[in-house]
């Protein structure tokens, strides 16, 4: 004998094992066992090859890489004795991985095993023929399989009943060769092969419908008459569990039941007196007979209905939901979300209780009861519930905190019966268990906050309050900073004051502390230090008084290592300290949020092209119902004549449409300023929309900025589905930057250059009340560039005012539009708008301008639109 | 099927025996034990006896030292699991006397042979002790 290769006895090598203190210590041992193992397989050793594979089977199991020991096992399985077979194919099950050629070397050794004259080496086949057997198997040893489900020993045929069911899960097609021999099975007095027979039906039924039918036609009697036997049957010794004869052929004849019964009436009519007498007459004292309670209950609630037998099945999960044992309690709230689907009310009953479930100290009954009471929440009793679960909020454990704050907020969200309502619980939530909420949640509050004017005084001031007493809660604290940013006024003045509310005295100074504290917390990150900033460039706005004190604390943070920080903070110092003029515009109420873009795009839906892009004009009051945005939708086709129906359209093309955005119907203010600084803002901010005669700069500045937050939505660049705060800063901003670095810079002017081609105008488009004509201009410096210079001109009596005119372009065009000479066409073609517009083209010589566009005016205090498609440019363009 | 795998662990935390019905690598197979235990090892006597991980439901039983731990699908009955495994600790009760963790460690292939009596596929094949055990008493007697 090599006394390489003989190795250590198993017992030897597990006491080794077990003696190692460190992991590296095991691993040593574990390779050298394994070095002595490969030296014995490749001098073929037989003696220990038994001990050996024994060997690998621990090593494997603690989790070491055996893969050389499988050729090992195919010899030992081709070998002629049973011990050696019998480890062989254990082995083969335990050490086996993907490799489809081992399994298609032991197909072979299988085949002939299954043909053996010792039944219990047919049974070794049988057994790893069904743990491992692959398709290609399958079809060829089916047959075998099939044979053998007649053989004469019950052993032999409960083990081949389960090999079929892996047979017919590869093979599908396969199973009507099955149905005939599976339904005998069921006729036989073996409980071994009782049991695996009942499966197999179970699964034949699963894979085919053919098998459904014939079972449900020629075996529910017989299947009736097996269970009420067996339940009625007197003392069997081998099988009995705590007074009950074998509980798992019990649950295994319920189950096929039930796949029997659901859906057809008749199947489960004549099931249901023997469901009744097994639900009313099993001993419910012990954990076996609670297990066939439990597979009952699951039968009556699948099968077809019968008033009776589900208020049977209803109350026993009643008396299980209020047992004190967990595991009975666990399986109640386990089959009760089954039964909300079918009696709602009847679950309702139990809401207390499985209210209290929520509370256990069992993590496992928590969840499922968290779950239930979810699917318990309606209109009538969403206030309730929701109190009791934010009750229980503040007293839960930390790492349960995550799914139950989630829970609630969707409740909440589903369910608000009204806004009030719907703040006041977020605002607990968010108390209690801010710091595990997700983005989108605070999001949301932030919408509906600002979609309900009336609370927010009301909110600010509720916020206000929390934050004084936990500033733990970054999520609590972001939303605080942001209403107080903008509804300062609101907190001070204690406007819009409720009934149930407490006044608080906040002086101007309290409401920059709060801010203040926000963003000098160590745990703020950079999100919630971003909104601080702007929030206190709003209240530097809304207190002039404090506007020092502000600055100061903005003027720390022009040091911060954050990038974005640092940038927010140079340019809100440089608007604190040199442009007092627009601040106060610039610094505007946020727009009221459209809630339906932000459910819509929280869905994950493609966002709406009319509203998304359509920022509200920010001049509108706040509060009041924005207009509703004329439909954009027929801007965007420009391929066809048919004017789409639906907003179908990618992000691609919508960001064509950026350039040409809806601008805000420009109102009449008093300032006649715009000369001076305006013309040269609008031209550095341009991000294309025709401010027109929009009377103050920082006007254009705040919608171009919401133009761009929607090309940042649109083009998906934006992480954050709340953009208005950030967006909005970071988009404003980068106007701002422009602002701020190229004062002085003077507007392009367009330039007709005498060497350039020159091209014809043309009427772009002619009606009874309006006539418009393009001159072209090629930009001297870009071929692909042509300036157009267009011509409103009125040729009806009546004065149009409000004069808007807006284009739209295909992906290949680019088009900025300058701001129009007026707003006002005088009558009568007694003077006319002019406007430029400048648009490059990608496609430069292959394609020709093609332009959409749409002018809206109003005559005599009557809107009207006018569009029309201009496609007669004249080519070369 | 039912069963997705059949785990012993020691009050260690190490794995004395486990049998999977589905593939897993190693790694795979590693990680969900290290899970499975750190979840089910720390649960006291009150709590309920299944733990939901990934897509299984772990069913447990603690004799002794020595956790069983039987992995199902959501279709499973969880409280017929709990009488297999006792079922299960009866039999080998019955072959070792008075099994206990050692009996399993040094007699492997013999737990493996018992459970293949009794788990085939993911399904239960036998629930009489006497027709598990022939097999391997018979086994034993030829040696």
Redesign the interface.
Known sequence: MNPFSSGTR??DM?RAIRACKTAAEERAVVRKECAAIRAAISENDQDYSHRNL?KL??IH?????THFGQMECLKLIATAG??EK??GY?GL??LL??RQEVLMLVTNSIKQDLNHTNQ?IV?LAL?AL??LGSAEMARDLAPDVERLLQFRDP?IR??AA??T??IIKKVPDLAENFIKPAAVLLKEKH??VL??GV?LCTDLCRVSDEALEYFKKKSIDGLVKLLRDLTNSPYAP??D?SGIT????H??LL?LLRVLGEGDADASDSMNDLLAQVATKTESNK??G??IL??CV?AIMSIEDNGGLRVLAVNILGRFLSSRD??????AL?MLMKAMALDSQAVQRHRATILECVKD?????R?RALELVYLLVNENNVKQLTKDLVDYLEVSDPEFKGDLSAKICSIVEKFSPEKIWYIDQMLKVLSEAGNYVKDDVWHALIVVITNAPNLHGYTVRSLYKAVQTTTEQETLLRVAVWCVGEYADLLISNAGMLDIEDPITVTEADAVNVVETAIGRDSSDLTTRAMCLIALLKLSSRFPSLSKRINDIIHRHKRSLVLELQQRAIEFNSIIGKHEKIRSALVERMPVLDEATFSGRRAGSVPNAVSTSQGAPPKIPNGVVKPAPPPLVDLLDLSSDDVPTSVSVGGDFLHDLLGVDMSPAPSQGTNQTKKSGTDMLLDLLSIGDPPALSNSAALDILSTSQDSQSAGDLSGKSPTPLLSVKASTSAGSSSMMDLLDGFGATPSVPVAVTDAPTYPSIVAFESSSLKVTFNFTKDPSSQHTTLIEAQFTNKSPNIYSNFVFQAAVPKFLQLHLDPASSNTLPASGDGSITQTLRISNSQHGKKSLVMRMRINYKVNNKDVLEEGQINTFPRGL | ?GIRFVLMVNKQGQ?????Y?E?L??EE??AL?GEIVRKCLT?NE???????HRNYKVVYRRYASLFFLVGVDNEE????I???IH?LVETMDRHFGNVCELDI??H??KA??ML?EMV??G?????????ILS?IQ??DK??
């Open positions: 198993m017992r597990i024994a089977m621990f199991m603690l989790g070491y890489p049973f011990p019998r480890i254990l099950m335990l991985d993907e219990y049974g057994c069904g743990n052993n409960k083990k389960l090999c069911i892996r409980h071994g049991i695996t499966q081998e099988y569990i074998d509980p798992f052929l649950v295994r189950k954990n076996a609670n297990a439990y597979e699951a967990n595991n009975i309690r666990y399986v386990n100290p069992d993590a496992s009954i969840k | 099927m794995t004395r025996l486990a049998q019905y593939y690598n190693i197979r590693r034990e649960r009150q709590q309920c006896s299944f733990v939901e009955n969880e409280l017929a709990l009488e297999f079922l460690m040094f492997l292939e493996h042979f293949e085939m596929n399904c239960i094949v036998e629930t009489s002790k006497a027709n097999p018979l086994l030829a040696s």
